[in-house]
């Protein structure tokens, strides 16, 4: 299920939203430039380590330098291929714009950051003793997604669902494609818990997380002064 686009209009130009997207892209670029023997390394370095948080003990035995705190805001302007940058900067480009209209680009930048320190905090509870480096915009855009739910509930989205070999377009509510999504991530996340720990993989706690964070803190960051297309 892959959001294509949404048919909702907006007033402003949303230059934060492309202007994260801007930034993803050139990290991304400078993570295939750096030599592949040392590429791992970049990600335990700025990607977000649950372990360096709850063990600083065992962080500092294996080598790691002070700042795990910094790499709550640092992984999530890292991705670990061309498909997870491309996938998460086109779902912020559908949704994000929506959400930055009614906040501004300054109100809707920090709401994003928070949104990804929640996700990120929230992958930290379900997994407080993973050393694998968790990476990507996802946490901070279901924070978007959370928002958008409640600030566009009946707008629509125009959405590919590829069943076997045979594409659909379809176009739902927004409230329906968003309730589906949650769901899907809540049920893997509570899949994951019966898994082996320090298994690598996608980090659902982390979208749930956001998902929540952005549903119950998007107010505090509306601007009264602007209001959606009717």
Not at 178 to 198: A, D, K, R
């Amino acid at each position: 299920m892959i959001p294509l686009r949404d048919v909702n209009r907006t007033r402003h130009i949303p230059w934060m939203v492309w202007l994260i997207i801007v930034v993803c892209v050139l990290v991304f670029l400078q993570e295939l430039a750096i030599p592949a023997k040392y590429q791992e390394q970049f990600f335990y370095l700025l990607g977000f380590v649950p372990r360096r948080l709850t063990d600083p003990l065992w962080a500092v035995q294996v080598g790691f330098p002070p700042g795990a705190s910094v790499t709550l805001v640092t992984s999530m302007f890292l991705h670990g291929s061309f498909a997870h940058l491309l996938f998460n900067m086109w779902t912020l480009a559908v949704f994000g714009d929506n959400v930055e209209d009614r906040m501004g680009p300054f109100r809707f930048l920090v709401f994003y950051l928070v949104c990804g320190i929640g996700a990120a905090l929230t992958h930290l509870v379900f997994n407080p003793t993973s050393a694998i480096p968790t990476v990507g915009a996802s946490g901070a855009i279901a924070g978007v997604l959370g928002a958008y739910l409640f600030l566009f509930p009946h707008a629509r989205i125009i959405t590919f669902i590829p069943v076997l070999f045979v594409p659909y377009f379809i176009e739902l509510p927004a409230a329906t494609f968003l309730v589906m999504w949650f769901v899907i991530q809540l049920f893997s996340g509570w899949t994951s818990l019966f898994m082996p720990p320090n298994v690598g993989g996608v980090a659902w706690w982390a979208h749930v997380g956001g998902f929540v964070c952005g549903a119950l803190i998007f107010p505090v960051f509306l601007r009264r002064d602007r209001r959606p297309w009717r």
